[in-house]
């Protein structure tokens, strides 16, 4: 589909602190998904590009719930401050050029922002006018998560209702070590934990020393001596999470050096 991204015909609202705002639309700047600010009505909007006017309802409230997951587990990498937004009423932009701006879907939490000067874009009679910037680690991974989908889906689950509990942690974990045994590296080998932490996690999330919030209804295996506190658990997956992707986006940057040749 080729769209005019200086006229989305699908958007939905986005409703939070101001100033959190104010930083994604200077961030999302160079993805297919921005943000911006709607000078008519001075809210801000995420642009749903890659859908069609035969869109129904329930795909664009799934693609805008998809692209602000991802982007909030970014947020969470790169900013470590913890702000919900919500999704708001959409808007349908007709062939006229008319917006409809009547249409409502319930409003959910997603994302994790914080506030930072910026030069803020403004949709303007149809346009989109910005200053030029160097790229912020943010715009590195929201890029890297449009074109990595095992990266865009661990930053998904990073924003399930479990993430904090273990089950969430044990399953972010499993994505990561299968990722590495891809690559024939481990969590190990990379220096992100040790075989004593990790398996002290492992044993603590599979037995009755996680309690109620154990992945599994009955203990698998006896807990360890010394069973991690959930805390720790949630520390270790932080520091395990942002070795991987450091490592992914290194990947994508040396794919493509290599691809650009001598």
């Not at 972010?172 to 220096?191: A, M």
Request: aromatic residues 8%; charged residues 30%.
């Amino acid at each position: 589909m080729t769209c005019d991204r200086s006229r989305p015909i699908w958007a939905i609202q986005i409703v939070g602190d101001r100033e959190f705002l104010e930083y994604l639309a200077e961030q999302t700047e160079s993805l297919d998904n921005w943000i911006f600010r709607e000078e008519s009505d001075d809210n801000f909007y995420l642009a749903l590009t890659n859908l069609t006017r035969k869109a129904e309802f329930e795909e664009v409230w799934a693609c805008a719930s998809n692209r602000v997951q991802e982007l909030s587990g970014a947020l969470k990498f790169t900013r470590r401050l913890v702000e919900p937004l919500k999704l708001g009423r959409v808007i349908y932009r007709h062939e006229d050029g008319t917006l409809d701006q009547s249409i409502c879907l319930p409003a959910d939490a997603f994302a994790d922002l914080s506030p930072s000067a910026v030069h803020l874009r403004i949709w303007r009679n149809g346009g989109r006018t910005a200053q030029p910037r160097e790229e912020t680690l943010l715009q590195k991974f929201a890029l890297l998560m449009q074109a990595d989908p095992l990266v865009a889906k661990a930053l998904r689950l990073t924003e399930l209702p479990d993430a904090d509990i273990w089950t969430g942690l044990y399953r972010l974990g499993e994505l990561i070590q299968e990722d590495l045994k891809l690559s024939d590296t481990d969590l190990f080998e990379r220096g992100w934990t040790s075989k004593k932490e990790w398996g002290c996690f492992r044993r603590t999330a599979n037995s009755s020393a996680a309690g109620d919030a154990s992945r599994h209804g009955a203990a698998n295996e006896d807990p360890p001596d010394r069973p991690m506190q959930l805390q720790e658990a949630r520390e270790l997956l932080q520091r395990v999470m942002d070795g991987w992707l450091e490592y992914r986006l290194a990947l994508a940057e040396t794919a493509c050096n290599n691809s650009l040749g001598p």
